[in-house]
């Protein structure tokens, strides 16, 4: 029996349902719910930042993000599905309201 730990979704997709759930989510929280560093989740937040899925704004002395939930995602074999189509199926409770 293997005693590797891997999962079916990638670090980038679990920051992207985090902060979708909430978007006014602390580092240290997503990346204790993802199960990654804080300077893991800063670089992926930097990475969905650049490619346009993500958005910061400052609230207060704190971020806060918005989705862009219309961005398709990134590989050829998921031509055509958007991150909000992702999201409804991941957490139905996030993905149809994300903008």
């Not at 990638?10 to 979708?20: D, F, G, M, Q, R």
């Not at 806060?64 to 958007?82: N, Q, V």
């Given at each position: 029996m293997s005693t590797s730990r891997w999962t079916f979704l990638?670090?980038?997709?679990?920051?992207?349902?985090?902060?979708?759930?909430?978007p006014d989510a602390t580092m240290r929280d997503v990346a204790e719910q993802v199960g990654i560093t804080e300077r893991a989740v800063q670089r992926i937040v930097g990475d969905l930042e650049t490619a346009g899925y993500l958005s910061r704004r400052r609230?207060?002395?704190r971020?806060?993000?918005?989705?862009?939930?219309?961005?398709?995602?990134?590989?050829?074999?998921?031509?055509?599905?958007?991150v909000r189509t992702l999201l409804s199926v991941l957490d139905p409770g996030v993905g149809p309201d994300a903008d």
């Open positions: 990638s670090n980038h997709t679990h920051v992207l349902v985090c902060l979708a759930r909430d609230a207060g002395r971020n806060a993000y918005s989705l862009r939930a219309d961005r398709p995602l990134r590989h050829p074999l998921e031509a055509g599905t958007d």
